[in-house]
């Protein structure tokens, strides 16, 4: 009887009490929103859902120190399918940035100026609702659309022109200077008056779908599958990082944020996938390591994330269900089951909208916000 209650006996048995716990107790049932508190959860009471009118949109993203203007956005239109802009007048931002399918170019890498590709085989990211990102590119560099413009423009693996020489061109075209005259009211067309045509028409690249009429009140538009999907991405925590209107694109963060043993076990069974030059679940193809070599990343916008595959910086994942898993492990620390990554994924697909039509008229430019 003593020795039962030896003080070694009493510690091994509350030590197999509490590592057996998790196995006791009955697992947690996933939790079961009503449509309306789904739609608490997803929206705070900042966040709206991708406006319909262009006054409403003026108020989301109009940008005082480069007033959106009909005839600002139109010229930008034009600019933004302008090959002239590229140093063979053979590449447009339209080239990598197809609208109509997802905002990017379904490439793993940007291919630009003769046939290079992105030294850092960096993925296009989509233009489409990138005016909603607080910063912009995969280090967040740059602060806005407008000041992004001048990246690729420059970038000698993209357009690979200077600025002066696009002034030039454009100076020496006729409707461009008239176009210019009428919108910024200069006679010598700049740089800069390019980057904030350009700047003004992307602030009307963005998309609605199945996820807006959902917040809106439209409880049919998504199926019980997405439900549950959204469900799991407000509730494990998917939604801290892809956060906002835009579903993404409101902070940097850290990724992969954990490691696991079994990965270093993984990279020395598989020799392709060097652990030493892979920092993440995936080859390091590029050797890009994110802002300042720290694995920090501007957090990606999933609106149409359906459409913009192969995923990550480097676009080495071809499956969305891939990348959600990857993502449930290395963000959540919490792997998600076959079930929960497809309910997701279902989720996620609500995501795809069409562009808005604003109906950009000339009436509307008395609306534009002057500050
Ligand atoms: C050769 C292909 C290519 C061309 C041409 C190109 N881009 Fe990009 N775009 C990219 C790549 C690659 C990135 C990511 C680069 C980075 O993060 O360093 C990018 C990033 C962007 C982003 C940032 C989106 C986000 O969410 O961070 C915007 C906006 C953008 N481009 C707009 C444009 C505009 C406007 C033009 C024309 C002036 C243009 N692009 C021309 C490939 C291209
Ligand atoms: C701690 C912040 C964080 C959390 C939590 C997080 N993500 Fe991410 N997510 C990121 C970052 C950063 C990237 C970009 C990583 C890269 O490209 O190297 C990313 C990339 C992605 C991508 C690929 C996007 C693209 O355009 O290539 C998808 C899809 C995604 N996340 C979905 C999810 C889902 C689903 C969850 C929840 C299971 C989640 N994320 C949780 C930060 C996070």
Redesign the pocket.
């Known amino acids: 009887m003593r020795r039962l209650i030896h003080p070694v006996t009493i510690t091994m048995v509350v030590l197999t009490i509490i590592i057996s716990l998790p196995f006791l107790l009955p697992e947690r049932e996933p939790m079961v929103y009503s449509d309306d508190e789904l739609r608490e959860r997803v929206l705070p009471t900042k966040t709206t859902t991708i406006p319909q009118s262009y006054d409403k949109l003026l108020k989301l993203v109009d940008n005082p120190n480069n007033p959106m203007t009909v005839q600002k956005i139109a010229l930008g239109k034009k600019?933004?399918n302008e090959k002239l802009?590229?140093k063979d007048r053979d590449?447009?931002?339209a080239?990598?940035?197809k609208l109509a399918e997802g905002g990017d170019?379904n490439l793993p890498?940007?291919?630009?100026h003769r046939g290079l590709a992105?030294p850092?085989h960096?993925?296009?990211?989509?233009?489409l609702n990138?005016a909603l990102?607080k910063?912009?590119?995969?280090?967040g560099?740059?602060k806005d659309?407008e000041e992004?413009?001048g990246?690729?423009?420059q970038a000698p693996?993209?357009?690979h022109m200077r600025p002066n020489e696009i002034e030039d061109r454009l100076n020496r075209t006729e409707e461009y200077v008239s176009d210019f005259r009428e919108v910024f009211g200069v006679d010598k067309i700049s740089f800069q008056n390019v980057r904030d045509a350009?700047g003004a028409y992307?602030r009307t690249l963005l998309t609605r779908g199945a996820y807006d009429r959902f917040l809106d009140g439209d409880d049919d538009a998504l199926s019980d599958e997405a439900k549950r999907g959204l469900t799991l991405f407000v509730t494990k925590g998917c939604k801290v990082c892809h956060s906002g209107i835009s579903v993404g694109?409101q902070s940097i963060q850290k990724f992969p944020l954990r490691r696991y043993l079994s990965d270093y076990i993984g990279a020395i069974l598989e020799p392709s996938i060097k652990i030493k030059d892979s920092p993440f679940p995936f080859e390091n193809v590029g050797g890009f390591l994110g802002r300042d070599d720290r694995l920090k990343f501007?957090v990606?916008?999933l609106r149409n994330i359906s459409n913009t595959a192969p995923y990550f910086?480097n676009g080495s994942i071809d499956k969305l269900e891939e990348a959600v898993r990857i993502m449930s492990k290395y963000q959540l620390g919490n792997e998600f089951t076959p079930t929960q990554i497809d309910e997701v994924v279902a989720f996620l697909k609500s995501l795809d909208g069409e562009l808005v039509e604003y109906n950009i008229s000339k009436d509307s430019m008395s609306h534009s916000i002057t500050r």
């Open positions: 600019l933004f802009l590229s590449i447009s931002c080239t990598c940035h170019d890498t940007a291919i630009g992105n850092s960096l993925n296009s990211p989509t233009v990138a990102a910063s912009q590119f995969w280090d560099r740059a659309v992004q413009a990246g690729p423009i693996f993209e357009m350009i992307e694109g501007r990606p916008i910086h």
